[in-house]
Nanobody
Framework: QVQLVESGGGLVQAGGSLRLSCAAS????????MGWYRQAPGKQRELVAS???????NYADSVKGRFTISRDNAKNTVYLQMNTLKSEDTAVYYC??????????WGQGTQVTVSS
């Protein structure tokens, strides 16, 4: 079992920055992909950024060049640095860990609100 706790969300003006954190506890054995998703009101949850065990990253086109996913293995924490935020980035952001066994673990989400 893996438990994920997100933090770092909040209210920020357009053009500002936030850094989200996803602290993991439990068995990290066979976790192969870590990712950040978001869900805006009335919209489907979408992938924002992902990071594989091998270090490969993938970003949604809408955040490329503005967001950066990274990890601190010693702290079992994955980060999402968000710069040049836009109003359309407003959403609940979720952390997800995917295992080799096909099991996904989700955090509870953290609200990001960007005011224009």
């Amino acid at each position: 079992q893996v438990q994920l706790v997100e933090s770092g969300g909040g209210l920020v003006q357009a053009g500002g920055s936030l850094r989200l954190s996803c602290a993991a506890s439990g068995s990290m054995f066979k976790i192969n992909v870590m990712g950040w998703y978001r869900q805006a009101p009335g919209k489907q949850r979408e992938l924002v950024a992902s990071l594989t065990r091998g270090g490969s990253t993938n970003y949604a086109d809408s955040v490329k060049g503005r967001f950066t996913i990274s990890r601190d293995n010693a702290k079992n924490t994955v980060y999402l640095q968000m710069n040049t935020l836009k109003s359309e980035d407003t959403a609940v952001y979720y952390c997800k860990y995917a295992s080799d066994f096909g099991v996904d673990y989700w955090g509870q989400g953290t609200q990001v609100t960007v005011s224009s």
